[in-house]
């Protein structure tokens, strides 16, 4: 074996998407493992990117936001109050 690593760079191959923010997370495994095999069945990617992809579909699906959904429910309170 002969190879001169001298003039490598350490770091990342592929640089991060500015937009996207690293965090550390907890998630039961059987949910790991379901989006693992949905990249399995699919020929590959990114586990990761399928949860995030699961999540904003999540938020988007919500029919109220949570503002508007409170002051609703302020407003049939108040009523059976006065």
Not at 21 to 27: A, D, E, Q, S
Not at 52 to 71: C, S, Y
């Amino acid at each position: 074996m002969n190879e001169d690593f001298s003039k490598g760079k350490r770091g990342a191959v592929v640089k991060p998407d500015p937009n996207k923010v690293r965090i550390t997370i907890r998630l039961d495994g059987d949910i790991i493992e379901h989006f693992k095999k949905q990249v399995h069945a699919s020929g590959g990617g990114n586990y990761q990117t399928l949860i995030n992809d699961a999540l904003r579909a999540h938020i988007q699906a919500q029919p109220n936001p949570l503002e508007e959904t409170l002051r609703k429910v302020i407003r049939e309170e108040l009523r059976h109050v006065g």
